[in-house]
Nanobody
Framework: VQLQASGGGLVQAGGSLRLSCTFPGRIFSSYIMGWFRRAPGKEREFVAAIVRNGGSPYYADSVKGRFTISRDDAKNTAYLRANDLKPEDTAVYYC??????????????????????WGQGTLVTVSS
């Protein structure tokens, strides 16, 4: 396991969580960071991604306006702030990293197969 995700837990609907993902031993700033999730019985789906520190974040429509992705390159850490959580947000959340092979990249990939490294996942359970 090269990425380490944490911060999941049990929360009531309407509550918030902040997930963290560390990627030690890497030139973190050269990686695109993404978050995906897999709900019980469903396929893994894209949640959010950000190409670089200060870059435009990208979100799935289902979380837009409620989730915020950010990164702190000095700490080799990416974050996912999840507000106004709903029961349908219940899932294992995975962080992923993709080497940014061109400085001109501005749009992160949303396909999980495009990412090079994955964390072990952190479970978020939202009760109604």
């Amino acid at each position: 396991v090269q990425l380490q995700a944490s911060g999941g837990g049990l929360v009531q609907a309407g509550g918030s969580l902040r997930l963290s993902c560390t990627f030690p031993g890497r030139i973190f700033s050269s990686y695109i960071m993404g978050w995906f999730r897999r709900a019980p019985g469903k396929e893994r789906e894209f949640v959010a991604a950000i190409v670089r520190n200060g870059g435009s974040p990208y979100y799935a429509d289902s979380v837009k306006g409620r989730f915020t992705i950010s990164r702190d390159d000095a700490k080799n850490t990416a974050y996912l702030r999840a507000n106004d959580l709903k029961p349908e947000d219940t899932a294992v959340y995975y962080c992923a990293a993709k080497a940014r092979r061109s400085i001109g990249v501005v749009v992160p990939p949303i396909n999980a197969h495009d990412y090079d490294y994955w964390g072990q996942g952190t479970l978020v359970t939202v009760s109604s």
